[in-house]
């Protein structure tokens, strides 16, 4: 699943037109993104179940439990090497870093949860709500992943490349706001997670702990 130049060139030109009415500053001349293909269904099912579960992590969830619980699933192929790292360390061995990066990984799992068609919303001037939990296998409870893995659609590859190349040119203008020592309208964390989660999923050959952010 791939979008031809001619098609990445429009969705540019479509998402300037919509910064255009918002403000925010942005550039015409931020390239659009090389051709990549898409990861199909499962790919995305197993990254959001795996991402759910670490996620537990930074909210007190023994390390051992949710690795026990990511193999028991059978989504431990899904994990990345930092992740793998994390998940060999007892909870008082994490760092500050890795329990504040996990705890970022919800706003890379809504975006995903978004190209899932599980909900309509992915507003860069909102944190995730609070209706999202409910939306997930509860681990506390020792829910199954019945609530992902029988997940049957997501969003199209243009629908999918749109609000990525959104969020890369929202991230400029975080970047840039930064870079002048002035503060953005928007939060830049939430930016980077969601853009990093939708490059990720539009580039099936990307590493998940080598995601390409530049701006």
Same mark, same amino acid.
Request: with cysteine; glycine share 2%; net charge negative.
């Given at each position: ?15 300037? !037109? ?13 390239? &659009?993104? $090389? ?17 759910? !579960?670490? &996620? ?13 619980? #990511? ?14 790292? &994390? ?28 190209? !899932?068609?599980?909900?309509? #919303? ?53 970047? $840039? ?39």
């Amino acid at each position: 699943m791939t979008l031809n130049q001619e098609t990445r060139l429009a969705v540019k030109e479509e998402n300037l !037109a919509k910064l255009a009415k918002l403000p925010y500053r942005y550039i015409d001349w931020l390239p &659009i993104h $090389d051709e990549t293909n898409m990861r199909e269904l499962q790919s995305l099912i197993d990254r959001m179940s795996v991402m759910n !579960a670490l &996620i537990n992590i930074s909210f007190g969830a023994p390390t051992d439990y949710i690795k026990s619980w #990511i193999a028991q699933e059978g989504y431990t192929h899904a994990l990345s090497t930092w992740e793998k790292d &994390i998940l060999e360390k007892a909870n008082d061995d994490l760092t500050e870093y890795e329990t504040n990066s996990l705890r970022w990984y919800l706003e890379g799992l809504w975006a995903l949860m978004w190209a !899932a068609k599980m909900t309509d #919303i992915l507003d860069e001037t909102q944190w995730i709500p609070d209706t999202m939990a409910s939306l997930l296998p509860n681990l506390a409870e020792e829910e199954e992943n019945d609530k992902l893995s029988l997940l049957s659609d997501m969003r199209s590859v243009r629908d999918i490349y749109t609000m990525m190349d959104y969020y890369y040119r929202l991230h400029w203008y975080c970047v $840039d706001e930064r870079i002048k020592g002035q503060e953005a309208l928007i939060n830049e964390g939430i930016v980077y997670e969601r853009r990093r989660a939708l490059e990720w999923l539009l580039d099936d050959e990307s590493d998940w702990d080598e995601i390409e952010m530049s701006t």
